[in-house]
């Protein structure tokens, strides 16, 4: 799933949600920030060290989804190995199970649990 995010209606980045964790009702992948993003400004983790909840004044917006019930948080690392991470934590289990249905990680996991692994 492809999200963008917004401060006060102002594009930031995008990134598609590749991993989730789904027991979590995580779901996270590369972040490629716009001009407008400011690592001082936006991003919770900077070189591996928490800097404080910068999401709250964030919006994800999915193309056919619109808004999600979601908080952000964006790991951003200079190491170009590393790179910038958005996560989503999802609010509500039901908007994440209908989000990501059909992901290989979310079946993957429920067809485990269902097997007893």
């Not at 993003?37 to 983790?45: E, F, I, L, Q, W």
């Not at 790179?83 to 509500?92: E, H, N, S, V, Y």
């Not at 059909?102 to 097997?115: G, K, L």
Request: charged share 20%; aromatic share 12%; hydrophobic share 45%.
């Amino acid at each position: 799933m492809h999200v963008k995010i917004f401060e006060r209606g102002i594009l930031v980045g995008s990134a598609t949600l590749k991993n989730l964790d789904p027991p979590m009702g995580v779901a996270f992948g590369p972040f490629l920030p716009t001009p407008d993003y400011a690592r001082d400004a936006h991003a919770n983790v900077v070189e591996g060290q928490y800097v404080g909840d910068r999401g709250l004044v964030l919006v994800a917006i999915a193309d056919q989804r619109g808004a999600l019930d979601a908080s952000i948080a964006i790991e951003d690392w200079a190491d170009v190995e590393f790179g910038a991470q958005l996560t989503l934590f999802f609010r509500d289990g039901e908007n994440f199970a209908a989000l990501f249905a059909q992901h290989p990680d979310y079946m993957a996991y429920f067809t485990s649990c269902a097997n007893g692994s």
